[in-house]
Structures are given as structure tokens and as C-alpha cells.
């Protein structure tokens, strides 16, 4: 190990290692999913599905505990979070605070939208040498985080790949489908649709469009994705969604990327999911004020803004201005 680290301390050599270890992930993230697939199977895929909504229509939980439960709220987080349970504090606080001013919501937290299996980077055996260095990283090793974030960007890449991303979107689904299911067991019994809202921040977006048809599919629900910054293709997810609100700060410098690089997203393909909904105003983009990207002043920071208002408060005043949210 100090061997290692001695020879990634001189700078060319830890250039050559950065761009060995993007170019290797380019490679091989597919890799992953496919052998999640070949393991798991589409068969099998779907005897979870339906044993899922099995268990919840004879769970006698389901009758009691739901009938005031109509709405989850799912977060899906962004590439720079390495584990579904280590969310940055302002995200923990911004699905707090929206559980308090919305008591008929649950909020699903434990999803994390960079792994077919839900996996942290930590339990993975490639990439748990550069997680350890990460977790104590100082001064030039610092660079470890932005490898490990450019390996959460392959896996957002993946789902806006139209080879790979069914795979990879319906495995991100099932786990949302589960961790809903974990919290609070899912009522069918109603007329009425649950109210399902899956908000992200960067990449975790695009995921949460990938996986938005076929939720829609599986469950009694009306989707709305709620973006934060979120860099998106235009084609996963705006059929299937009832409404997307897209947030976007002054100064992230981030979120253009995507109606820059995606086709989809341009004006002039006009018969792309994105432009027609963008037609159909099932799409609103939000100015949200001087954010930016993510740290104390993002979406969730908890700096002070202009008007003495922290940037967290400010994101929580405009989500619940939305008509989505049950008192």
C-alpha cells in the first residue's frame, strides 16, 4: 500500500493513473450490469415484482397502517455521494423537514442510484481500495473523490444508454419498488393513485427518469420528478411522468451540461419525450435563485443566502409551493 501511494504521489504518474482507471470504467460499467442481469435474470426480476405486491395485498399491515399514506417521496442523490446511507447533511435535513411540513408523506432514503444491486462503492470489491483512501484523504489523495465520482458518472451514462439503460433502469426500479415497500408497506386497496414523487440532484435525476416507466407499470401511482440541478437526457421518463419541475440555480455551472450534450434536449428535435412535454407543460423549469451545483451554497446548503435565508430553506419554501405535496 505505501509503495502504491508513494508512486501515485508524483503528479504525472497519478494523471496517468486517473485517466487509466476513466478509461477502464468507461469499459467495463456496463460490465456490471450485465452480470447483474445474467444473475439475477428478467424472470426472476419480475417474480420479485410480483411477490412484492403479493406480500402487500395480504399484508395486514397494508389495510391499516397506509390509509393515510398516499404520497413517497424517493431521493435519489447525487454522483458525488458514495452510499445511500451517508447522505450530506443538507440532504438529510431538506427530507426532514419536508416529513414535518407533510406528515401523509414518506420519505425513502436508502436507494442509492449508482449500483444495479443498491450496493455502496465501500462493499465493492474494485473500487474499495480507492473508498478506504477517500474516507481519510488529505491534500493531493483528495483526488480520490473525484475518481470515485467519475465512476458514479459512467453508472448515470449507463441510463441514458439505450443499450444498457433498460437493464440498468428496471434493477434501480425494483430497488425503489423494495426500500418503498421497506418503509411503509404499499396499499392497493384504494381508488386513488399514490402520489409518488422521486426528486434528485445531478445525475441521480436522469436515474430517476430511467426508472419512472416502470413504476408506473408496476404500481397504482402518479409520478412527478423533481430535479436539483439534475443533468438529464430527454428521452427516459417524460412519457411516463406526470410532471417534471426542473430547479436550477444562477450559478451551477453543472446543470446546463445536459440540454448542451443530450440531443434530446434541444429545441429543434421536436418529437423528443422532453420537447413534448416541454409543449404539453408537463415540464416547468424553476429558477431557484443564486444556488449552485452543490457545497454550503447548493440546493441544500446550509450558508446563508442574500436575504438571510439559508440555501436550503430557500429550495424547501419553493418545493413546497409546488401543487404536489399533501398537506
Known amino acids: 500500500m505505501d509503495k502504491i501511494l508513494g508512486w501515485l504521489r508524483g503528479g ?95 420519505t425513502v432514503r436508502e436507494v442509492f442510484p449508482y449500483s444495479a444491486a443498491n450496493q455502496d462503492i465501500g462493499g465493492q470489491p474494485v473500487f474499495e481500495f480507492l473508498w478506504e483512501i477517500s474516507q481519510e484523504a488529505q491534500g493531493w489523495l483528495e483526488v480520490t473523490d473525484y475518481l470515485l465520482e467519475i465512476r458514479n458518472l459512467w453508472r448515470m451514462a449507463i441510463s441514458a444508454d439505450n443499450r444498457y439503460g433498460e437493464i440498468y433502469n428496471r434493477a434501480i426500479a425494483l430497488t425503489i419498488f423494495q426500500q418503498m415497500e ?92 422532453y420537447n413534448r412535454a416541454r409543449r404539453q407543460d408537463r415540464y416547468t423549469s424553476i429558477d431557484s435563485g443564486s444556488h449552485e451545483h452543490n457545497g454550503d451554497e447548493g440546493y441544500f446548503g446550509q450558508h446563508k443566502a442574500e436575504n438571510g435565508k439559508t440555501y436550503l430553506e430557500l429550495t424547501v419554501e419553493q418545493v413546497n409551493r409546488l401543487p404536489i405535496l399533501p398537506e
Open 182 to 273: 421497506k418503509q411503509q408497506p404499499i396499499s392497493y386497496s384504494s381508488d386513488e393513485p399514490i402520489e409518488l414523487i422521486l426528486m434528485g440532484t445531478s445525475g441521480g435525476v436522469q436515474i430517476a427518469l430511467g426508472a419512472t416507466p416502470y413504476l408506473k407499470q408496476w404500481l397504482p401511482v402518479e409520478i412527478t420528478v423533481v430535479s436539483f440541478g439534475g443533468v438529464f437526457n430527454g428521452n427516459e421518463g417524460f412519457d411516463a411522468a406526470q410532471h417534471v419541475y426542473h430547479f436550477r440555480g444562477d450559478r451551477d455551472w453543472i446543470e446546463p451540461i445536459g440540454g448542451i450534450i443530450f440531443p434530446s434536449r434541444w429545441r429543434w428535435t421536436v418529437g423528443s419525450p
Open 12 to 106: 504525472l504518474n497519478l494523471l496517468i493513473f486517473a485517466v487509466f482507471l476513466l478509461l477502464l470504467w468507461g469499459t467495463l460499467a456496463p460490465v456490471g450490469t450485465l452480470v447483474w442481469w445474467l444473475e439475477k435474470g428478467g424472470k426472476e426480476l419480475e417474480e420479485d415484482i410480483g411477490e412484492l405486491v403479493e406480500r402487500n395485498d395480504r399484508d395486514p399491515r397494508s389495510a391499516s397502517a397506509n390509509k393515510n399514506v398516499r404520497c413517497y417521496i424517493v431521493f435519489l442523490t447525487g454522483v458525488g455521494d458514495m452510499s445511500a446511507d451517508q447522505l450530506a447533511s443538507g440532504e438529510e435535513k431538506f427530507l426532514d423537514l419536508l416529513e414535518q411540513d407533510h406528515p401523509n408523506c414518506v
